[in-house]
């Protein structure tokens, strides 16, 4: 089974980089943002434009969570139960984190306030406590637009359809 990566919200709306390899981890430079998105801002998109996942209230960017979704789908026939413990983050939910987790930038686990790629919905924290899952995860995500963008954070998976 395959992502949807196609339709709405990929193509010319899509700002940023393309290229990256398959199984890299990090160095993919600044999130490629669809353009309907931006009209928002980071950390301001109303929830009625965000699309539920099927996991409690997490929510992502259409494209994104149809393809969580299929992702989902793909882990059940692997028999890997694929959990979110963390989707789209509110502006005041990113400065919420850094308060109690610090800057990336200074050892801890929280972007700039407004710079967050949750606060876009295209960014799943996955749990990877299981090893299965996280092997699932490198071997299976890039079908679904998923890339492992950030080194020091094996369970934060970004949707970049263009460069997975």
Partial sequence: MGAPLGGAGFGESWIGPTGASVGKIG????????????VYGN?????EALTPIGQGGH????PAAEAWMAAVEAAAADGITLRITDSY???????????????YSEGGFGAVPGTSNHGWGLAVDVDVNDP???????ANAHRFGYVEAVPREPWHWE???TQA
């Fill in 89 to 103: 983050r509110t502006y005041d939910q990113q400065v919420d984190l850094v308060r109690r987790k610090g800057l």
């Fill in 59 to 62: 929510r992502l960017f259409a």
């Fill in 27 to 38: 160095g993919y430079g600044p999130m490629p943002v669809p353009s309907e998105l931006q």
């Fill in 43 to 47: 950390g301001r998109i109303p929830r």
């Fill in 159 to 161: 949707f970049r359809p």
């Fill in 132 to 138: 299965t899952t996280l092997a699932w995860m490198r």
